[in-house]
T-cell receptor, first 110, second 112 residues
Framework: EDQVTQSPEALRLQEGESSSLNCSYT??????LFWYRQDPGKGPEFLFT???AGEEKEKERLKATLTKKESFLHITAPKPEDSATYLC???????????FGKGTKLTVNP | DGGITQSPKYLFRKEGQNVTLSCEQN?????MYWYRQDPGQGLRLIYY???????QKGDIAEGYSVSREKKESFPLTVTSAQKNPTAFYLC???????????FGSGTQLSVL
């Protein structure tokens, strides 16, 4: 069974304080790892898809990386508007469905 | 603009009542999904559909029903058999199964 574990559950940063969020996964044959951002009371917004170990993608202050067991979402010099819950999801080779982690709630204080 | 529209934003259900959540997309996507989100929990798949007039149960289908009569529409009915319906419901679509999901803005369902 495909599984996704995100850590930490919650993270508080000061504006400008860089950090990383972790997504550990267990799947048989990864066919895609997805990162989403979700603001309170809204639907998740797509950020990145990663397919193979060593792949990296960037968007503004966010950079996602992938190894064979985990993915990291690096946040460089965060701003208060980066505050949100970040969700990780995987699609395994034997499934048509995505499996989501519980998310990391990020708060960036000014 | 293309996107997914969910309505209503908030919905209240009385005991014994069935309620229907609307989901419409104009992205011309084949696949559509319904997820349930509870505080502190990951998104859990209720039902999904790859094509018109066909749908499959997800991980927590009991107490829910769906229909897919049009490509653009995938309504979810929360029946009286669902004893714990209070949650945030998200509709999503993708060009094909298992791909990048596009989400609607969600419906918060509460029990009166």
């Amino acid at each position: 069974e495909d599984q996704v574990t995100q850590s930490p559950e919650a993270l508080r940063l000061q504006e400008g304080e860089s950090s990383s969020l972790n997504c550990s996964y267990t799947v048989s044959g990864l066919r895609g790892l997805f990162w989403y951002r979700q603001d309170p009371g809204k639907g998740p917004e797509f950020l990145f898809t990663l397919y193979s170990a060593g792949e990296e993608k960037e968007k503004e202050r966010l950079k996602a990386t992938l190894t064979k067991k985990e993915s990291f979402l690096h946040i460089t010099a965060p701003k208060p508007e980066d505050s949100a819950t970040y969700l990780c999801a995987v699609r395994g080779g034997g499934s048509e469905k995505l499996v989501f982690g519980k998310g990391t709630k990020l708060t960036v204080n000014p | 603009d293309g996107g997914i529209t969910q309505s209503p934003k908030y919905l209240f259900r009385k005991e014994g009542q069935n309620v229907t959540l609307s989901c419409e997309q104009n992205l011309n996507h084949d696949a559509m999904y319904w997820y349930r989100q509870d505080p502190g929990q990951g998104l859990r798949l209720i039902y999904y559909s790859q094509i018109v007039n066909d749908f499959q149960k997800g991980d927590i289908a009991e107490g829910y029903s769906v229909s897919r009569e049009k490509k653009e529409s995938f309504p979810l009915t929360v029946t009286s058999a669902q004893k714990n319906p209070t949650a945030f419901y998200l509709c999503a679509s993708s060009p094909g199964l298992g791909g990048k999901l596009f989400f609607g803005s969600g419906t918060q369902l509460s029990v009166l």
